[in-house]
């Protein structure tokens, strides 16, 4: 029976309580938000951060962010924007078949690249380089809803959405699911991790196939045969075996089980030597490295062109470099190349 005193969301509230997994997280039990507001009557706290991401500026940029192939022009190759769309729809299907919270999940796997540099990993690494204690993609995702969006105010997301943002990833080494002190503390939060990986490694193959680094038969036999030759194959058979290995533990945890662990562990150094840090890659990435490099150095230097670009150059609350890499973070692989032009190729000669 409906209950005439109760909103939308309170409705929907009750619904999670009934219809969810006991380990899953009911938007009812949300520890909150960094900055307290009223509730909405219509939307659950989870449904308005998923909205609040969709509508950031930093997700709309993803779209001329790079996947794996710098600023592709093929226009079937993936970027940071694709690959984002496929891990959520990736973790939903896992999330439904577990009855976990599929608000929650779509809100963390939106966000989770929102902090990813221009030109990829390849940025990633250089940032990595040049900033004191090192830059990480996840720590500037979460630095973007905190601080960065709506001019500075952040998106206020809940701390399960943070939170699932602050761990979705493992980088090239550790544990593919992802050490005990390194996982989301909830179910969805390492579903979306793991959707993730599942992601990444079944569309860069699918990539790399398109884009002639690879045929398909290069793929170690051990590998196709668990997987398939084909992308839809792959993505079913992992995604089924995270399935009915997470259900024969009882949501203990959420994993491949141990043999598809293996395979996955296979593919993905097969990838790295293939394709990641193959010869035409690593070539496309040290321009990249050129591009950061110089940028970051002429804000670090010109006052002139951090003024125009950032702002002002004098923060006492955030030093320079910080406000600099965050700039170059936030750039598309197009505006950062624009710019890099403007900056320091020479322009032709016109006669007025």
């Not at 959520?88 to 929650?104: F, K, P, S, V, Y």
């Not at 990993?121 to 990595?128: A, F, S």
């Not at 170690?220 to 075996?241: A, K």
Request: hydrophobic share 35%; charged share 35%; proline share 4%.
């Amino acid at each position: 029976m409906v209950n005439k005193n109760q909103n939308i969301r309170e409705s929907i509230e009750d619904r999670e309580e009934f219809l969810l997994h006991p380990r899953a997280k009911k938007a009812r039990e949300s520890k909150g938000r960094l900055r307290s507001e009223e509730e909405c009557p219509l939307r659950t706290a989870f449904q308005r951060d998923r909205d609040r991401v969709v509508h950031s500026k930093s997700f709309r940029r993803l779209k001329h962010k790079t996947q794996v192939f710098i600023s592709p022009t093929g226009d079937h190759y993936r970027t940071r924007l694709t690959h984002t769309l496929e891990v959520a729809q990736i973790a939903r299907t896992i999330g439904r078949a577990l009855r976990l919270n599929e608000d929650l999940i779509e809100a963390i796997a939106l966000a989770h690249d929102l902090g990813h540099t221009p030109f990829g990993h390849g940025g990633e690494k250089v940032l990595d380089e040049l900033m004191p204690g090192g830059f990480r993609h996840h720590e500037q995702s979460l630095r973007v809803v905190d601080v960065l969006e709506k001019g500075g105010a952040g998106l206020n997301l809940t701390w399960e959405v943070r939170d699932g943002i602050l761990h979705h990833s493992k980088g090239k080494s550790g544990s593919i699911v992802g050490e005990k002190d390194d996982r989301a503390e909830t179910m969805e939060g390492r579903v979306v991790r793991l959707a993730d990986i599942i992601a990444y490694l079944s569309h860069d193959l699918d990539d790399a196939t398109r884009a002639g680094l690879l045929k398909a038969e290069d793929v170690p036999s051990s590998i196709r045969r668990v997987l398939g030759d084909r992308h839809s194959q792959r993505i079913h058979r992992l995604v089924l075996d995270v399935i009915n290995y997470t259900m024969e533990m009882e949501l203990e945890d959420v994993s491949f089980s141990p043999n598809m662990l293996r395979v996955v562990s296979d593919l993905r150094e097969f990838l790295f030597e293939r394709v990641y840090e193959s010869p035409p890659l690593i070539r496309e990435v040290d321009k990249a490295r050129k591009i950061i490099e110089d940028l970051f150095n002429a804000f670090m230097t010109r006052d002139d062109l951090f003024l125009r670009e950032i702002g002002s150059p004098d923060d006492a609350n955030v030093p320079r470099h910080v406000r600099v890499c965050d700039y170059i973070a936030g750039m598309t692989d197009r505006y950062a190349l624009d710019l890099y032009f403007k900056l320091f190729i020479p322009s032709p000669w016109m006669k007025k």
